[in-house]
C-alpha cells in the first residue's frame, strides 16, 4: 500500500511539474566511495524544492528528499511551512528546519561531502514539527523554537516538547558572501523512558537532553574558516550523566573560481574519543555541478570516495 502511494506521488508530481516549475528547484548529492567491505555508488540526497510567495507577508515551502540508508524510492517530508513575516520578526509554522546547526552548516558550506559534526552525532535533528521565532537586528539573529523533538521522520511520543535557541553576531551567510560571525545555540528536551523494574539498561522514569554550543566563522576573498565546539548532556544514559564534547574545525580555499581545496577535521572526547578527517578537492567544471575526490580517515581507516552535486 505505502509503495503505491509513493507512485501516485511521484507520478502527480511529474504530471504537475510544469505547471509549477517556475517555482520547483532541486539537489541532488551522489558519491561513490571505496570501502574495504563494498565499493559503492550512492544517493545520499535528492532534494526537490517546492516555494511559493503568496503575499509580502507569506511564503510557503515545501521539500523532499531520500532515505538513503534504506532505498532512493522511500521519499519522505524534509520541510513543509509557512513563513510568516510580522511587524516584530518572522513566524515559522509546520514541519521546518532547525536552528541548532544550520549557521555551522553554512560556515562549512560542503554539505554534500559531509556533515557537521553535531549533525554526524545526532546531538540535533536537521529539521522537526513546530513553531518558530527569527528577528533580526543589524548584525545581531535571535531565534527560538518549540518543536516536538522526534525529529521529521517520526510522529510525537510524549507530551514533552524540546525548547531550542539560536543566538548570532555577524554575517549568517558566509558561503555567498565575505564577513565574519560567531555565535551559540542552546536546547533543552525532557523525555520519558518506560522500562522493565531491575534492569539497570532500561532506567525509567523522567530524563533531559541538553546540547550547548558555540562556533564562528570568518570569510574573505578565496578563504573561509570555521570552528564550533559542543557539549551534550544526557541524564538518561547508563552512567546517570552522558557527558560528550564535539569540536570541528574546517577551511575552504578557492584556488580560482573553478578549484577549491577542502578540509575538515572533528574531535570527539568524553565518554569516548574519536577523531575524523576530512581532504578533497573540488572541480566545478560547468554551471550547477561540482566534483570532489576525497578521502576520509575514521580514526586511522581511510576511505576514498568522489561525491557528485548537480542543482537546478
Do not use: C
Request: glycine content about 8%; charged content about 25%; proline content about 3%.
Amino acid at each position: 500500500m505505502m509503495l503505491l502511494i509513493k507512485k501516485w506521488y511521484i507520478a502527480l508530481l511529474i504530471l504537475f511539474s510544469p505547471l509549477l516549475a517556475q517555482d520547483i528547484n532541486g539537489k541532488v548529492v551522489f558519491a561513490y566511495t571505496d570501502k574495504e567491505e563494498a565499493e559503492s555508488f550512492a544517493l545520499k540526497r535528492v532534494y526537490l524544492t517546492f516555494s511559493k510567495v503568496i503575499s509580502e507577508e507569506l511564503s510557503v515551502k515545501i521539500q523532499t528528499d531520500v532515505d538513503s540508508e534504506s532505498s532512493p524510492q522511500n521519499i519522505y517530508l524534509k520541510n513543509a511551512k509557512a513563513d510568516w513575516k510580522t511587524l516584530n520578526g518572522m513566524v515559522v509554522i509546520g514541519l521546518q528546519g532547525m536552528n541548532m546547526f544550520k549557521i555551522q552548516e553554512m560556515n562549512w558550506g560542503k554539505r554534500y561531502l559531509n556533515k557537521t559534526v553535531m549533525d554526524r552525532f545526532q546531538y540535533s535533528s536537521s529539521a522537526d514539527m513546530g513553531i518558530g521565532y527569527y528577528h533580526s537586528r543589524d548584525k545581531l539573529h535571535g531565534s527560538i523554537l518549540m518543536t516536538n523533538g522526534t525529529g521529521y521522520k517520526k510522529s510525537e511520543d510524549d507530551s514533552h516538547k524540546k525548547l531550542s535557541l539560536q543566538l548570532i553576531y555577524g554575517n549568517p551567510k558566509l558561503s555567498k558572501s565575505d564577513g565574519f560571525n560567531m555565535g551559540a545555540v542552546f536546547s533543552h528536551e525532557p523525555y520519558e523512558r518506560e522500562g522493565e523494574i531491575g534492569i539497570p539498561e532500561e532506567p525509567m522514569g523522567e530524563y533531559t537532553k541538553k546540547v550547548f554550543g558555540v562556533f564562528g566563522g570568518y570569510a574573505k576573498n578565496n578563504l573561509r574558516i570555521g570552528a564550533e565546539w559542543n557539549q551534550l548532556e544526557d541524564s538518561g544514559l547508563l552512567d546517570g550523566n552522558y557527558n560528550d564534547n564535539l569540536s570541528s574545525l574546517y577551511i575552504n580555499y578557492a584556488f580560482n573560481p573553478k578549484n577549491t581545496l577542502v578540509m575538515k577535521h572533528d574531535m570527539v572526547s568524553g565518554n569516548k574519543d574519536a577523531n575524523y578527517t576530512l581532504v578533497a578537492v573540488e572541480f566545478a567544471p560547468t554551471k550547477g555541478l561540482r566534483v570532489a575526490p576525497n578521502v576520509r580517515s575514521d580514526d586511522g581507516t581511510n576511505v576514498l570516495g568522489v561525491n557528485f552535486q548537480f542543482v537546478f
